[in-house]
C-alpha cells in the first residue's frame, strides 16, 4: 500500500477569486485536502442561459431519451446558442462534472444542426 501523506513542502494556490482569472477553476484547501471548485463559473453558466429555477435531477438525460438528428434546416442563431452551451458542459465535465460526461458527448453529436428539442436537452443537462 502506498503511504498518502503529503509532502512536506506547500503548494503554490494555482488561482485566485478575480475578475481576471479566466479559468473559472479553483482549488480550494480544506483540512489537508484540495478540491476543485467551479461553483462561480456553474452560476455564469446558469445566468447566461437563463436557467433561474433549476431542479435537481437524478440523470442528466430523461431515462430512455433517443435524440433524433433534425431534418429541417439548420437555424444559425439556434446553432450558436447550442454549441456555446454545449461548450460550456464541455468545460464543466472536464473539470468537476464526469457524471454527464455520456449526455454531453451524446447531444454534442448535434451541434451542427440542433433542434429545438436538442436545446431543451442541453439546457436540462446544465441546470441539474
Known sequence: ???C??????????????????RQMHLVHKK?????????????????????????AAMPLP???RPLENTLPADTKLCQQYQSVIG????????????????VTKMSQFAVNPSHKHLDKVLYIVAI
Request: aromatic share 12%; net charge positive; charged share 30%.
Open 1 to 3: 500500500m502506498c503511504d
Open 5 to 22: 501523506t503529503y509532502a512536506k513542502h506547500e503548494v503554490p494556490q494555482i488561482s485566485t477569486r478575480t475578475e481576471e482569472d479566466k
Open 32 to 56: 489537508g485536502k484540495i478540491y476543485l471548485d467551479q461553483t462561480d463559473y456553474l452560476k455564469k453558466v446558469l445566468q447566461r442561459f437563463r436557467i433561474t429555477n433549476a431542479r435537481f
Open 63 to 65: 431515462a430512455g431519451y
Open 88 to 103: 460550456s458542459l464541455l468545460y464543466i465535465m472536464l473539470g468537476t462534472r464526469p457524471d454527464i460526461a455520456y449526455a
